[in-house]
């Protein structure tokens, strides 16, 4: 286990936040340029885990495992959130037959 530790701190912290940051821009611009809500729902599953593998490498960086905790718990929403926006989607897609968010402003009263 000590093993996997000094490897992961022989690479340099400003790695991982370029790399963070590049998954999270990423994930951004899924969320605003494209219109189905799958793809959408993608992206911001993508910079969740950005988020994570940053709270995780500042954990290790600094050798305190509250962050790598705060990590385990964020996965347990993100899993909380995949079935519930999955429900979602489904029922927007047996209401519209269509899963492109343009269509869903039909849905308002």
């Not at 940053?54 to 600094?62: E, G, I, K, M, T």
């Amino acid at each position: 286990m000590g093993n996997i530790v000094e490897t992961m701190q022989t690479v340099p912290l400003n790695h991982y936040i370029w790399f963070c940051a590049a998954i999270f821009t990423i994930g951004v611009i899924g969320v605003l340029i494209r219109r189905n809500a799958i793809v959408i729902f993608m992206s911001v599953e993508l910079m969740l885990n950005a988020v994570n593998l940053l709270l995780a490498a500042f954990s290790v960086h600094h050798n305190d495992p509250s962050g790598q905790v705060f990590v385990f718990f964020i996965m347990a929403l993100a899993a909380a959130e995949v079935a519930i926006g999955l429900s979602i989607i489904v029922m927007v897609y047996r209401n519209t037959q269509s899963i492109d968010i343009n269509v869903l402003n039909r849905l308002k009263w």
